[in-house]
Nanobody, 121 residues
Framework: QVQLVESGGGLVQPGGSLRLSCAAS????????MGWYREAPGKQRELVAV???????NYLESLKGRFTISRDNAKNTVTLQMNSLKPEDTAVYYC???????????????WGQGTQVTVSS
């Protein structure tokens, strides 16, 4: 079982920055990909960014250049640096991890509880 705890959300003015962090804990063999999703009111949850064990990344196309995802494999943490924030970035941001509980190839998906990011003047 993997527990994901997010931190770093809050209220920020347009043009500002926030840094979200997610720490994974519990019993697992390995964590494969880690990423961030967001869900705005009335909209579907969407991928923000994902990073794999080897460091390869994918981003929501519209966020490239403003958001940066990074990972510390030794600490099982993932971080999302968000710059030049816009009101449309307002959403609940969720951390997601795909992890293997043992040495088999089966992996499971785990979610954090979410952290609110509000961009408003």
């Amino acid at each position: 079982q993997v527990q994901l705890v997010e931190s770093g959300g809050g209220l920020v003015q347009p043009g500002g920055s926030l840094r979200l962090s997610c720490a994974a804990s519990g019993r697992f063999f390995s964590i494969n990909s880690m990423g961030w999703y967001r869900e705005a009111p009335g909209k579907q949850r969407e991928l923000v960014a994902v990073i794999r064990t080897g460091g390869s990344t994918n981003y929501l196309e519209s966020l490239k250049g403003r958001f940066t995802i990074s990972r510390d494999n030794a600490k099982n943490t993932v971080t999302l640096q968000m710059n030049s924030l816009k009101p449309e970035d307002t959403a609940v941001y969720y951390c997601k991890a795909n992890a293997r509980p043992d040495a088999s190839i089966i992996q499971y998906t785990y979610w954090g509880q979410g952290t609110q990011v509000t961009v408003s003047s």
